[in-house]
């Protein structure tokens, strides 16, 4: 990924058993609209029901919306199963909502507020060799930032996510593979204390529709200096 590469709003909770990762973390999911922070044309496109992340203490610390249809490239045959390759590089997928100061995976500080995220690749050189086990990511934008859900130019998105960031890199969460996504979002525990949440996005394929399998990383920092 080049240099210049979510209090929420409780909603009526619809999940009765949360799911549990060591403790340390649960999610619910939630009947609650996007947040009035995004801009019309973007969260007419999310789900009006939220995915929470909660501390221990029951606390929300990140709110989850997933975009209802996420497109996948021209093309691609929906059947074969799809991965995030099959998805445009800056494609719109969600947005999140942090209660508290956050930290992505390069460790940097993210303010409490809304943020729009959108696919990214990890460039093949030299400088990010074994920084990620996995190469796609969600860069993070400020909602203020992001009006439009159109893809965009790579180089634009990490400007603009470096906004999110306040830094020269942008703001970014990594995205674990999921094979074989289930229809209830769960918490996945990682090694080095990492929590993903695995879900399913529902995907559109010219006129086919499919699952897609997002493992998106709430909590957790690459193992790189």
């Known amino acids: 990924m080049g240099r ?18 060591e403790g ?8 609650a609209a996007p947040p009035k922070e995004l801009s019309e044309p973007v969260a007419k ?31 691609t045959d929906a059947k074969k199963g799809l991965t995030y390759r099959d998805l445009d590089e ?4 969600g947005a ?18 809304v943020y729009t995220l959108r696919l990214g690749f990890q460039p093949m050189d030299g400088d990010h060799m074994g920084t990620a086990p996995y190469p796609e990511f969600c860069l993070l934008s400020p909602a ?12 634009a998105l990490q400007e603009m996510s470096a906004k999110a960031s306040m830094a020269t890199h942008p703001a970014v969460m990594l995205l674990f593979p999921t094979d074989q996504p289930k229809d209830k979002p769960e918490l996945a525990a990682k090694e080095n204390d990492t929590f993903v949440i695995n879900t399913k996005a529902d995907t559109t394929a010219g006129s086919a529709k499919a699952p897609l399998g997002l493992g998106l990383t709430l909590i957790g ?3 790189a200096e």
């Open 4 to 21: 210049y590469f979510i209090g929420a709003m409780l909603g009526l909770v619809v999940a009765v058993q949360p799911t549990f990762a």
């Open 24 to 31: 340390k973390y649960t999610i619910k999911s939630a009947n």
């Open 45 to 75: 496109l999310l789900s009006q029901e939220s995915i929470q992340l909660l501390d221990a203490k029951g606390e929300v610390l990140a709110e989850l919306w997933l975009r209802k249809e996420i497109p996948a490239k021209a093309g």
């Open 90 to 93: 800056t494609t719109l997928l």
């Open 96 to 113: 999140v909502r942090f209660a508290k100061p956050w930290s992505d995976y390069r460790k940097q500080t993210i303010k409490p507020g």
């Open 144 to 155: 203020a930032e992001d009006k439009k859900p159109d893809p965009m130019d790579p180089k």
């Open 221 to 223: 920092h690459t193992a």
